[in-house]
């Protein structure tokens, strides 16, 4: 039982990272009687299985890889389906042909090739060949359309020991050359499988804890300088048995399962919760930082969700920040702004997390109205050594100051970092130098008291 619990998850994960890259995975076409794909005339991913399960199963060794179009939805939207399929139809024809009849059509913009290895693996030559066919424009219906691939290679027996193991190894290896910029080429390799089956291990954690309506809210405390007090706080999620996950991970790993919403609520009661008991036994504190994932802010009905959740617990909501990431807001500023208004006609101010480590433009991060911005650990780190870094932080502090946005230090970790911070006139100070996240009952020692 444990093992087909174990494979259940392992196929899971498998589906849920695939979902994730493939937002139009619903289109894949038809299947005729023999199970091929009706657009291409190529064999589906589920026949893809069955040959990889047969040849673990008669110790073949084999090479696999996945070919993902990058940005199909785009073609999509300039020319039409009618061009998308006719253009698949061209890259299918295509890659049957490199492959000699190897290639499946795994989902709707992604395509499988299996090699049988009968010497030197043949896979990487394939890859090599495929990337320069489409560093080249496709014709289609006297179109030149230009196309990027993202690609994730594996070779078992050598990394992955079953058919289960290669596919969520593919998968992961695609979703990470997709987070990466696109137009890479992945080669999974041990790391690749023990951080698929640290995934595995995280999202099943997360699946318990939805189920039981309890995930662990830790809370750091944060510095004032200007009053010397602590009197504010970020709440970031904890797995019960691995304490070290990082919570922006934890996040992003919900988004791609789909249940990130459902975190969120949870982590939103429980801090409106705390709040509230914090206010009843006459703690005094300015507010308490959530993260809130992008896709969640952007929905038209969280604003009236979160202030249900306010008002159910009797919290003003002055005391809730809204955390986001920088990119985040890359290429959606009137979006953004519409936002950000909306939340602040209600007083809930929204923050900007991490900031130096993203692909914003300055300009529209000055231009936003964030109530603060937090500066990445890294520009911080960087600033103890590197002169250029240190006045480039002296004057986005500036900036930001003159703009009447609060400026924090995050991930403050020793003496000589927390007089740097001070140096930079940074108003609030985060991090491990004063205490790493904490329950909730030792947060608490840290806020003044009435």
Known sequence: MEMIKYILIGLLI?????????????????????????LTGLKGRESLLKVMQKWFDKQFPMEAFLI?????????SQYGYAVVDMLLVIVANYLEMATK?????????????????????????????????????????????????????IDAPKVAKSAEEMVNCLDYGLYYAKKNGKSQVVYCDDSTKNQVFREIDILQQIFNQIKERRVPVFYQPIYDRNTGEFNRLEALIRLNSNEGINPLEVLAIAQRAGVVNEIENIVMEQVCE???????????????????????????????????CLERH????????????????AGSFGETLDIMEQFNEFGIGICLDDFGVGHSNLT?????????????RTLLWESEKNETCYNLVSNLVAIFSQNGTKVCASGIESQEQEEIAGNLFLEYIQGFYYSKPVPLSAAKQFLAKE
């Not at 589906?15 to 199970?35: E, T």
């Not at 009797?314 to 005391?319: D, F, G, I, R, S």
Request: negative net charge; contains cysteine; aromatic residues 8%.
């Open 364 to 376: 529209d991060v000055i231009r936003l109205p964030f109530e603060s911005v937090k500066i990445d």
């Open 101 to 153: 009849k190897r290639a499946y059509r795994y989902s709707y913009d992604c395509f499988g090739v299996l090699v049988k290895q009968k010497g030197e693996p043949e896979a990487i030559d394939l890859i090599s060949e495929i990337c320069d066919r489409f560093k080249l424009p496709w014709n289609v219906d006297g179109k030149e359309i230009k196309l990027t691939v993202s690609i994730s290679y």
């Open 14 to 38: 498998g589906v849920v990272l695939c979902i994730a890259l493939l937002p139009n995975f619903y289109m894949l076409g038809k299947k005729d009687g023999k199970g091929k794909d009706m």
């Open 68 to 76: 993902s179009i990058d940005e199909l939805d785009m073609v999509h």
């Open 274 to 308: 705390d709040i509230h008991t914090l206010d009843l036994e006459g703690y005094q504190f300015d507010s308490i930082a959530v993260n809130i994932s992008t896709q969640r802010l952007g929905r038209g009905d969280f604003l009236d969700q979160v202030l249900d």
């Open 314 to 329: 009797n919290v003003a909501p002055e005391k809730i920040k809204l955390e986001i990431v920088e990119n985040s807001i």
